[in-house]
Structure formats: structure tokens, C-alpha cells
């Protein structure tokens, strides 16, 4: 296995729910190194150029709003945005955050612990995990300058 860096965000309702250190511990516990962290503030911009990808899907307006802290009324639009490295680090980190949907994730994922779905029907679903090589580049490269990253 190749190694690899993916990006994770720590979502405005983890972060709200307190579940920043759990979901540490649980990437921790994948083997996988740390190797960059900072709270960002997500600006409009950058919520539509991150999920830049799904600009066509009904449900894209709701994300910017989800990413930003505004679904869940909290004003400072900060995520935490961390960087893993190591063999197979995207698979690893996907495994560990479960299936996007909270109620298809697994048990013991941070999604099938922690994520639910609100009676409008949204995902609150914790974390961002990146899905393949190509968006793991892009997105690291979109919230990381290179010098923010352990060598």
C-alpha cells in the first residue's frame, strides 16, 4: 500500500457537540500520523470551492450552510481541518468516519456513533473525510499551504 495524506474537517456540529477529541482518539487509534492542524474559518468561498464537485446536486445550497455553522446557527463558521498520513490513509480514515449517511454507518464509526439525521433531513454527520487520491490532493492543497505540513 501506497502512503498517503487525506484531509478530515471536523464539522460545526461536531465541534458544537464537543466530539473534537473523541474523533481524534478514534483516528489516532488507525495508526495513521498526524501532520497538520488549525481551525479555519470557513469562508463562502471556500465551503463552494471544497464542495465544488457536487455544485449541481439539490442538496448543494444545504452544505454550504452545514459547513459554515449556519444550519446550526453558530456565527464563527470554524471546522478544524487536520491532515493524516500513512499507508493507505484514505481508506483507513473512510473507514474509521463510516458511511456519509449516519444511519447506514457502521456501529463504532464516528458517523454511526455520533452522526443523525434532523427531521428536515439533513445529514449531520461530524466529520469531511476525502473519498479517493484525487480529491484528497485537492482538498489538502485547498486547506493546507505546504509549509503547515510535518514533513
Same mark, same amino acid.
Given at each position: ?5 487525506? %484531509?478530515?474537517?471536523? /464539522?460545526?456540529? +461536531? ?35 471544497? #464542495?465544488?464537485?457536487?455544485?449541481? /446536486? ?14 446550526? +446557527? ?5 471546522? %478544524?481541518?487536520?491532515? #493524516? ?27 454511526? $456513533? ?6 428536515? +433531513? ?7 473525510? $476525502? ?14 499551504? /505546504?509549509?503547515?505540513? %510535518?514533513?
Amino acid at each position: 500500500m501506497a502512503i498517503e495524506q487525506t %484531509l478530515l474537517l471536523i /464539522k460545526p456540529d +461536531g465541534a458544537a457537540r464537543r466530539l473534537t477529541g473523541l474523533t481524534i482518539d478514534r483516528l489516532d487509534a488507525s495508526g495513521l500520523e498526524m501532520v497538520a492542524a488549525k481551525m479555519v474559518s470557513v469562508s463562502e468561498k471556500m465551503a463552494r470551492e471544497h #464542495y465544488q464537485a457536487l455544485s449541481d /446536486k439539490p442538496f448543494f445550497e444545504g452544505l454550504i450552510k452545514y459547513i459554515r455553522g449556519e444550519f446550526h +446557527g453558530i456565527k464563527d463558521h470554524r471546522v %478544524l481541518a487536520l491532515v #493524516y498520513r500513512g499507508e493507505g490513509a484514505i481508506r483507513k480514515v473512510r473507514d474509521v468516519a463510516g458511511a456519509t449517511n449516519p444511519e447506514q454507518a457502521a456501529p463504532g464509526t464516528i458517523r454511526g $456513533s455520533f452522526g443523525r439525521i434532523t427531521t428536515s +433531513g439533513q445529514f449531520e454527520n461530524v466529520i469531511h473525510a $476525502s473519498s479517493d487520491p484525487a480529491d484528497a490532493a485537492r482538498e489538502v492543497a485547498l486547506w493546507f499551504r /505546504k509549509d503547515e505540513i %510535518l514533513p
